[in-house]
């Protein structure tokens, strides 16, 4: 049955401890977790709140059940309609399917297929339309209007606020050693719902948000700038241009700033947790550790708290940023050798790099786009190394048997 209790405009601590009662058995009481060898990396302590442990990877869930067990019973029976890049459409559709609502989903034309295919599994009406959020929620409204639906907006709503700020309960609880939060920040929903929550429990505590460089909304709102966001990101699922009203009001009143991050910091993100936490992190949810690299000396000393907000990455885009990871890290060489076009040379290069201790991932062997004579050729390698230290040691074992080998510079 519908809860009719209504929060007031802005939500407050009272509201988000209702939503976390209502919310029991409906969502997973998710680890905060310590990771000790990501603290060796980063230099101070991290109490990380792993929301991909919910059901749909995301700890959209928890608005999306408040809203959805908040619904006027009318619109309960007409049904719902939801526009998002991905985790809280799979939200929605999860919750809605547990509750025997009918849910329409509008997503981006763009979003990765795999974050399509696992909202689709609950069954929900999927629409795609749009180049991006603004537009996929403009198609949203009008599909609500059209048919009569209630429309579960990702993060202007105060069930959704109230829901997303009940982790802030549980990390509070676990970790109670917590002096300083990290959060990342698209719609805004999640880091309202998290600052009401800790500005009541721990009032003094430095809260600040996060986005990705090219997709900094809320940043540039709060600086009194014209928004400019565009282009490609891993951190798709912060990658919005509009931020929320509601949670915009909040972020104000509160006073709380919104760092920015390059690109990289959001890949070698994703990379420390795959490597040193065995976890996995989309983009938008490695975006607090993002922050801890690249603003590191913002929280020195300090034991930080952030979420792994989502777990939902492409798995070819996960691909990637792991092996971009090892040839940033040098434990990827990738070089071009000059040869003679005559029997055995590749094996004498090949062993060469065998006998220091490197395996070719890759080789090209190419006759026809060579530097010099047509008795020519270039092999175009990629050598898998130890450390950036041993794919020296490599380079200088093929230099070291006659031939001009060129290393490739390193993107990023």
Known sequence: MADSAAPSPLPTIDDIRAAHARVQGGIARTPTLALPALDRVLGQKLRLKAET??????????????????????????????????????????????????????????????????????????????????????????????????????????????????????????????????????????????????????PGIPIFGVQVEGYAAAAQRLAGQPVHVGGPTIAEGIAVRDTGELPLAILRREKIPVLTVPETAVERAVLLFAETGRLVAEGAGAAGLAALLHHGAIFAGRTVGTVLCGGNIDTRALAGVLMRGLARDGRLLRMTVEIADTPGVLSTVSGAVAEAGGNIVEVEHNRLFGRSSVRSAELELVVEARDAAHAEEILAAVRARGFTAHRHSVFG
Not at 87 to 115: C, E, G, W
Not at 162 to 167: D, E, K, P, R, S
């Open 53 to 202: 442990f919910q059901a749909v990877a995301s700890f959209k869930e928890r608005g999306a059940l408040n809203r959805l067990l908040t619904l006027p019973d009318e619109a309960r029976a007409r049904g719902v309609i939801a526009m998002s890049a991905g985790n809280h459409a799979q939200a929605v559709a999860y919750h809605a399917h547990r509750l025997s609502i009918a849910a329409t989903i509008v997503m981006p034309r763009d979003t990765p297929f795999a974050k399509v295919a696992r909202t689709a599994q609950w069954g929900p009406r999927i629409v795609l339309e749009g180049a991006g959020l603004h537009e996929a929620g403009e198609a949203a409204r009008a599909i609500a209007a059209q048919d009569g639906l209630f429309l579960v907006h990702p993060y202007d709503d105060p069930m959704i606020v109230a829901g997303a700020g009940t982790l802030a309960l549980e990390l509070f609880e676990d970790a109670p050693d917590i002096d300083a939060l990290i959060v990342p920040v698209g719609g805004g929903g999640m880091i309202a719902g998290i600052a009401i929550a800790a500005r009541a429990l721990r």
